[in-house]
């Protein structure tokens, strides 16, 4: 069993950044495959970034460039860093994992979830 809680979201206005966190229990963290997903009102839920085990990462098209996806295995957190935000970046954003060591990017495929922390851009 994982539990995932992220951090980090709030209010910034455009052209800023932020830094989520997302920090998993237990002690198999390293072996997860983690997953940045986002969702808007009214939208489907989206893949935004991937980070395998062994720190393979793969990004949503949209996001390349301006986002970049870390972890940190010694504090059991994965990162999101997130420039250049536009208002279009404004949605909820979740936390994932799975044991895979490939780099899932499809909701589908990853069995554990965290809340959500809600990231709004202004214009």
């Known amino acids: 069993q994982v539990q995932l809680v992220e951090s980090g979201g709030g209010l910034v206005q455009a052209g800023g950044s932020l830094r989520l966190s997302c920090a998993a229990s237990g002690r198999t963290f390293s072996s997860y495959a983690m997953g940045w997903f986002r969702q808007a009102p009214g939208k489907e839920r989206e893949f935004v970034a991937a980070?395998?085990?062994?720190?393979?990462?793969d990004y949503a098209d949209s996001m390349k460039g301006r986002f970049t996806i870390s972890r940190d295995n010694a504090k059991n957190t994965v990162y999101l860093q997130m420039n250049s935000l536009k208002p279009e970046d404004t949605a909820v954003y979740y936390c994932?994992?799975?044991?895979?060591?490939?780099?899932?990017?499809?909701?589908?495929?990853?069995?554990?979830w965290g809340q959500g922390t809600q990231v709004t851009v202004s214009s």
């Open positions: 994932a994992a799975r044991s895979s060591v490939l780099v899932p990017t499809t909701a589908n495929e990853y069995r554990y």
């Open positions: 980070i395998s085990w062994r720190s393979n990462t």
